[in-house]
């Protein structure tokens, strides 16, 4: 978003952002608490969940450097966040930084780019889910992670996972020893290998197909 800010516009940006930091487990906020503030995640890795009605907690999402948390017009926070990681973020004032938006038109239209791009995203998310086997969604969750770190000059084969294989299960609708299964037949046949920070895409081209059937 920042990219569609001009230098003296990103100084006025700076001046509204307060630092935060949080440790590792750590919650940034909670679901269906006053949303009255806008975070810009600038390192870590932070796990989006909601609570079911039956107490069970689903992840919906995982955000990385460069992500806006939130966003939403809802007054209350419709998801929680909790870090993964050590996270760094920049926190705006939710009504400061929606007068600037509304103060600049190419910035509304970049947060209306980013929605967008959000929404597709979740789309994509529920045809994963409904429509594909096991192997296609733990496929399709690395690359379209990887493509995600591409943005942010981790153009690297190696996808890192700071979250757990139960959070991915979680979030692909499967159950951990599934998605380990997954993980161990495309590493025997040598289609990715498993490394101490992630996995590395060793035949970055098969993988890239099996996404996009």
């Given at each position: 978003m920042c990219g569609a800010l001009e230098p003296h516009e990103l100084v006025e940006l700076e001046a509204m952002a307060r630092p935060v930091c949080y440790g590792q487990r750590q919650q940034m906020f909670a679901?269906?608490?006053?949303?009255?503030?806008?975070?810009?995640?600038?390192?870590?890795?932070?796990?989006?969940?909601?609570?079911?009605?039956?107490?069970?907690?689903?992840?919906?999402?995982?955000?990385?450097?460069?992500?806006?948390?939130g966003l939403s017009m809802s007054e209350r926070t419709v998801y929680g966040a909790e870090a993964l990681t050590a996270v760094t973020a920049c926190k705006f004032n939710r009504e400061a930084f929606a007068a600037?938006?509304?103060?600049?038109?190419?910035?509304?239209?970049?947060?209306?780019?980013?929605?967008?791009?959000?929404?597709?995203?979740?789309?994509?998310?529920?045809?994963?889910?409904?429509?594909?086997?096991?192997?296609?969604?733990?496929?399709?969750?690395?690359?379209?992670?990887?493509k995600r770190w591409a943005q942010f000059n981790h153009n690297s084969v190696t996808v890192p996972l700071p979250m757990t294989r139960q959070d991915i299960a979680d979030f692909l609708g499967l159950t951990i020893e599934t998605v380990s299964r997954a993980v161990s037949k495309l590493a025997r046949e040598k289609a990715l290998l498993v490394v101490p920070d992630g996995v590395r895409l060793l035949d970055l081209e098969r993988l890239e197909k099996i996404a996009a059937r």
């Open positions: 679901q269906d608490e006053p949303s009255d503030s806008v975070y810009n995640l600038t390192s870590g890795s932070v796990r989006l969940y909601r609570l079911l009605p039956d107490g069970r907690r689903q992840v919906v999402g995982f955000a990385i450097p460069g992500d806006f948390l600037l938006v509304d103060e600049r038109p190419h910035l509304l239209r970049r947060l209306y780019d980013l929605a967008s791009h959000e929404l597709s995203l979740a789309q994509e998310q529920m045809v994963i889910i409904g429509r594909r086997t096991a192997e296609e969604r733990v496929v399709c969750f690395l690359i379209g992670l990887r």
